[in-house]
Structure formats: structure tokens, C-alpha cells
């Protein structure tokens, strides 16, 4: 997505960070420029918890390349940093050699498009950043702004209340594939909001998991996504959730909103974690190395005691046709996971399953689904992708891009 339909050729990240106490409360500010005018497309200042600058300064160094794949993910990005740290670990003339540093810094080279150069400035330069996240240290703000509007949070509205989609909006059907019959169902899936465990980077499974319960900021984010979709409550016809607890409380919250009981799919938990539930990456790496260089990538293999892809695709897509056979033709809100939601997105748009490793789901946000009957004797499925990731005006989409 670029912003209000701008393509930008090539990008500037200016990102810092820092804390009070070192270690201590700590914040960070990222700033996504158009290299060609230098004006702001993007900027964020998020407090992290207590941490040191280091820390503080790549987790900056995270938000401004998110900002950068929201905002311009076509575009040739130029990271500018007065960390001399940060640039010259990323640019690999440094070592990693803090523990801390080293998901962080994975995490940024993950994000990082090709070509990706990074730049080392003098701290007046950085102003701007540091700025940012000194604003979010004394509590003047908070999470993303954009200039403009937010592109997917003014046309999911526009998406649900204008006529369901028609045959000719569907993709191109396949050979046999007929009109479809009668109305879509649509799914408006919501991730549950964040929990501590979301914060802290732990991996949370399903019904078998230590379970956290939302925090504050997570109920805060699902009220936010309530509000949105209050306006269409008349067009949402049920409230489906998963049996998780954070999931659970976030359906309550929605389902308040748009007048509807919460009803319960068991088929749309998240992937159970075994063992590892609980544990940061870096303790599943200690503790359990073999398992999860086996694991990373895979489809087909587990956590001890947990779930692979496929044994989670193969649970998320029987409850998608309870959902289908019981709702037919209607407007469904699911509160699910991440696993569960990339899965449901990987059937709908027929890609395969490893697709799920390309995508990003932020905590609280919106993706849309109508699923189509057609074909000769109506049984067959089609689906469209009407919406992806997309978050309520004012919401903070990258202070957490926790997976789980």
C-alpha cells in the first residue's frame, strides 16, 4: 500500500531511540521520508517498557522499516541513524554480539528490501526521530501518524456498505467455474488484541497455552476497532470466536458493540506451541536449537507437544465450512489469531500454504473475505480478498509485530 495511491520511488528511515536510565524507560521515533522532496510520508513515536538505548535504537530502526513496507513498498530505502552501532552492524562491518541485539537485528534484516543502505548522521541531523521519541517518553504521544488518510480504515466502510461484490469482481473463474448463486458470505476477521506475551515477543498457542488475557492497550485496540465497525453493525449478522481467552474477551467487546452473542468456533485457535509456549524465540533457541532449526520455514513439523502448519490448516479450514454451511449469504465477524487468519487468507487467494511466511497480521486489525457458491450444481467455492491487515484512523499498527 502507498499512501492515498502514491508510488514513491526510493525512501529515507530516520529512526533513534533512547532511554532514561540506560537501563530504563525507553521510547523510540521513526520518520518514513520521500527521498525526492523530503516531505514526511509516515512517523511514529512508541514507548517499548524498560530497556536500554540499544535496544530503544533498533527498535526504532524495526518501526521505520515497517513503515517503509506499509508505505512504500516498491520504493529503495535509505535508513538514516546517528547509532554508529546500529548502521555499522547492519550494514555488517560489526559484529552482533549482545543477545538483545541479535532478534532485533534479524528482525530489521527481514524487513529490509534489497539494496537497503544505511547511513550514519550526526545527531542534530536526527532530530526529528529523537524528537518523536522523547514526545512519546513524556507521554505526548503515542503509535503511528500519517499524513493524510489511511487508505485501507476509510474504504473498509465504503467495502461493506456498498452492494456485495458481483460475479465480474471475482477473480477470473476457472474452466467449469459458473455465476455464483446467491449471496456471499463474508468473514470480517479481527485479530485479537495484544496480551503481554504479544509484547514480550512470547509465543502464545491455543487452548493448551499459558493463556494470557488482553492488557490494557490490547482492550484499548479492539474498542478502537468496535468503533469502526459500529457504523455497519446492521450489515454484521453474528460474532464468531475462538475459544482462546484474549480472543474470547476481544469477541465480547466487538459483539457489545454491534448487538450480537458470541458464538464459539474451536476450528479458528491458534497453532498450539507445545513446549515453547510461553518462551521468547531466543529461550526456544536455547533450550530447544535442533527443534526449532527444524521447525523454521517448515510446514510439516511441530513443536514438542504442538501443531505444524498443515495440522493447523487442516483445523482452521473444517471450521471455515461449519462457519460457511451455518452462515450462508451473511456478514460474520470472526476474532481470531494470526495463523488461523494468514491460513484463511492463503485458501481464499488459492496461494499455497508457505505463504503464510510472507505475510504480516498486526494485533487488532481487519481482513476481509467474501466467500462465492457457483459452478454447476452451485457446491463449488470461490473466494475474494476484499481487505488486508487494515487498522481503525489513529490506531498504532507497528509498536508490536509480534507474530503470535
Known sequence: MSEAGVTYRAVIVEADGGSRGNPGPAAYGAVLRDAETGAVIAEEGTTIGRATNNVAEYSGLVAGLRLAGAYAPEAEVEVRMDSKLVVEQMSGRW??????????????????????????????????ADRLANEALDGTRHGVTVLGSNPDADSLIE?????????????????????????PTTLVLVRHGVTDHTVEKRFSGGLASADPGLSDDGRAQVRAVAEWLSPIADRVDGVVSSPVRRTRE????????????????HGFAEMEF??????????????HPEELDSWLGSLDVAPSGGESFRVVEKRVLAGLQRLLDHHPGRTIVVVSHVTPIKTLVAHAVEAPLEAVFRMELSPASVTVLSF?????????????????????????????????
Do not use: C
Open 274 to 287: 507445545g513446549a515453547w509456549d510461553g518462551l521468547t524465540f531466543d529461550e526456544v533457541a536455547a533450550r
Open 159 to 183: 467495502e461493506l456498505e456498498s452492494p456485495e461484490e458481483t460475479p465480474e469482481h471475482v477473480a477470473a473463474p476457472a474452466r467449469g467455474w459458473s455465476a455464483p448463486a446467491g449471496e
Open 250 to 265: 476481544s469477541a465480547d467487546i466487538l459483539a457489545e458493540a454491534l448487538g450480537h452473542a458470541v458464538d464459539v468456533e
Open 95 to 128: 559484529k552482533i554480539k549482545h543477545p538483545d541485539m541479535k532478534p532485533l537485528a534479524m528482525e530489521a534484516s527481514r524487513l529490509a528490501p534489497f539494496g537497503t543502505t544505511y547511513t550514519w548522521v550526526p545527531r542534530e541531523q536526527n532530530s526529528y
Open 372 to 404: 462465492f457458491r457457483g459452478g454447476p450444481d452451485g457446491t463449488e467455492q470461490r473466494a475474494s480478498l476484499r481487505m488486508y491487515n487494515a487498522l481503525p484512523p489513529g490506531s498504532d499498527p507497528f509498536s508490536s509485530p509480534a507474530r503470535w
